[in-house]
T-cell receptor
Framework: GQNIDQPTEMTATEGAIVQINCTYQ??????LFWYQQHAGEAPTFLSY??LDGLEEKGRFSSFLSRSKGYSYLLLKELQMKDSASYLC???????????WGAGTKLIIKP | NAGVMQNPRHLVRRRGQEARLRCSPM?????VYWYRQLPEEGLKFMVY????????ESGMPKERFSAEFPKEGPSILRIQQVVRGDSAAYFC???????????FGQGTRLTVV
């Protein structure tokens, strides 16, 4: 079967660093996406990994290990506006269908 | 360049009525995806369409649900004879050819009473 696992909820402090993990088991792999979703709003694209390694984009970085079926999203210098759900999604062998995790709700405290 | 536009944002229907959800993709995008999201859950793929073609509807319930993306006009997700379990947020996303990311609309929140 197809499965994406993420922690349900995490809490972190403003200004700190947090790492959100995602493990996946899918039929085929054509890339892994991270999206941010504020409550009641649309998901917005954060990052895309298709090769192993780290992709850095400002305060956000995403890492992928295809052999381990594992990715993480690293958020630095946390701000209150980073409080949101973070969704991990894998593009499967169809090359267009995304399999989504349930999302990790990140709570930032002052 | 306007983003993906969905309307209505909120839709209330009584059980047994029909719901029509509209999605206008971003300009230049010919691929449309519909997803359903229940509270505290991830997105569930429903259907993938290109202009005038349904490419993959494997995520769509076999009965009562249909989708189209005509040559002119928005993509429509149609739910006939709605039931309480259809209450959810329905998101549409679009992408150009050879995409690496899809752009989402603001969603339509359907409530069946």
């Amino acid at each position: 079967g197809q499965n994406i696992d993420q922690p349900t909820e995490m809490t972190a402090t403003e200004g700190a660093i947090v790492q959100i993990n995602c493990t996946y088991q899918t039929s085929g792999f054509n890339g892994l996406f991270w999206y941010q979703q504020h409550a009641g709003e649309a998901p917005t694209f954060l990052s895309y990994n298709v090769l192993d390694g780290l992709e850095e984009k400002g305060r956000f970085s995403s890492f992928l290990s295809r052999s381990k079926g594992y990715s993480y999203l690293l958020l630095k210098e946390l701000q209150m506006k980073d409080s949101a759900s973070y969704l991990c999604a894998v593009r499967d062998e169809s090359n267009y269908q995304l399999i989504w995790g349930a999302g990790t709700k990140l709570i930032i405290k002052p | 360049n306007a983003g993906v536009m969905q309307n209505p944002r909120h839709l209330v229907r009584r059980r047994g009525q029909e719901a029509r959800l509209r999605c206008s993709p971003m300009k230049g995008h010919s691929h449309v995806y519909w997803y359903r999201q229940l509270p505290e859950e991830g997105l569930k793929f429903m259907v993938y369409l290109q202009k005038e073609n349904i490419i993959d509807e494997s995520g769509m319930p076999k009965e009562r649900f249909s989708a189209e993306f005509p040559k002119e006009g928005p993509s429509i997700l149609r739910i006939q004879q709605v039931v309480r379990g259809d209450s959810a947020a329905y998101f549409c996303a679009s992408s150009p050819e050879g995409y690496t990311e899809a752009f989402f609309g603001q969603g339509t929140r359907l409530t069946v009473v």
